[in-house]
């Protein structure tokens, strides 16, 4: 099973500023790999997919990107409705798996 | 619009069993694998089950595997999965999700499972 490692686990990022969150894989998901986003008492949304393509309807302050088995999802200019969890997920292989979450809270 | 509606949530003591459903709407189902992502409370995703579009194939978590049965029905866009031998740590919200570009690009509100006596 491949295993994602996300950090910090949790962010403190004030509204405005740029936030930068990762996600480990412990083997290559080649470009494998989706962002979602998580708001209390929601369902996840999809942000990110193909490790830096937008979903439809995603701002473009949210971007993609890896190197190797690292990847990083950047928020550029923190608006409040961003604050939530953000999960990656591999889906290069089976059991599709996701990392733990990191939680973007106000600062 | 696209819309997945969990139902069939609800308490079950441990060793019982339950059957979760998700109506599809506003789209083609048929085109579609499915999956079901569970959350328990308070803690992060993780995959459960996944079927391909015409019902062929399916796949699941080790955790699940052996105890829950994932399945379609095409001609009345509903996914399901049927549960059993239900644990304590079986216990989460259950959400269905469609799969596009192998990610989920929609998911359903979910559907809490409780497991207690």
């Known amino acids: 099973e491949i295993v994602m490692t996300q950090s910090p686990a949790t962010l403190s990022v004030s509204p405005g500023e740029r936030a930068t969150l990762s996600c480990r894989a412990s083997q290559s998901v080649t470009s494998n790999l989706a962002w979602y986003q998580q708001k209390p008492g929601q369902a996840p949304r999809l942000l990110i997919y193909g490790a830096s393509t937008r979903a439809t309807g995603i701002p473009a302050r949210f971007s993609g990107s890896e190197s190797g088995t690292e990847f990083t999802l950047t928020i550029s200019s923190l608006q409040s409705e961003d604050f939530a969890v953000y999960y990656c997920?591999?889906?290069?292989?089976?059991?599709?798996?996701f990392g733990q979450g990191t939680k973007v809270e106000i600062k | 619009e696209v819309q997945l509606v969990e139902s069939g949530g609800g308490l079950v003591q441990p060793g019982g069993s339950l059957r979760l459903s998700c109506a599809a709407s506003g789209f083609t189902f048929s085109n579609y694998a499915m999956h079901w992502v569970r959350q328990a409370p308070g803690k992060g995703l993780e995959y459960v089950s996944a079927?391909?579009?015409?019902?062929?194939?399916?796949y699941y978590a080790d955790s699940v595997k052996g105890r829950f049965t994932i399945s379609r029905d095409n001609s009345k866009n509903t996914l399901s999965l049927q549960m059993g031998s239900l644990r304590g740590e079986d216990m989460a919200v259950y959400y269905c999700a469609r799969q596009e570009q192998l990610a989920y690009d929609c998911w359903g509100q979910g559907t809490l499972v409780t497991v207690s006596s």
């Open positions: 997920q591999q889906y290069n292989a089976w059991p599709r798996t």
């Open positions: 079927i391909s579009n015409n019902g062929a194939n399916t």
